[in-house]
């Protein structure tokens, strides 16, 4: 089972630090990533990390402002988010799967999403 955790209300240029756990076993040598979906837009892939930690994917709507983050072969992956802005307002979620990492439909396992809000 996957579980974000981090969301929030925060004001616009704020930071913000998302986390996911998996459990341990089923998600072993699995790369993770985030998501995110907006109001009335599709879920969108924001980052990917592989298993080692070392290798990480950046879509565009994050390079430049997040990172993602993974202790090697570890089951938790960490979303630091910068200068947010109201048009990252949405519901982010935590996935596992591979093995490409910037292929959105590698990703099979999900979590709950936890909600990010910004205000302007």
């Known amino acids: 089972q996957l579980q974000a955790c981090g969301g929030g209300l925060v004001q616009a240029g704020y930071s913000l630090r998302l986390a996911c756990t998996a459990s341990e076993g089923t998600y072993s040598g699995l790369i993770m990533g985030w998501f995110r979906q907006g109001p009335g837009k599709e879920r969108e892939l924001l980052a990917g990390?592989?298993?080692?930690?070392?290798?990480?994917y950046y879509g565009d709507s994050a390079k430049g402002r997040f990172t993602i983050s993974r202790a090697a072969r570890k089951n938790t992956v960490y979303l630091q988010m910068n200068g947010l802005t109201p048009e990252d307002t949405a519901v982010y979620y935590c996935?596992?799967?591979?093995?490409?990492?910037?292929?959105?439909?590698?990703?099979?396992?999900w979590g709950r999403g936890t909600l990010v809000t910004v205000s302007s």
């Open positions: 996935a596992a799967g591979g093995p490409q990492l910037s292929n959105r439909d590698d990703y099979v396992f």
């Open positions: 990390v592989d298993w080692q930690g070392r290798s990480t």
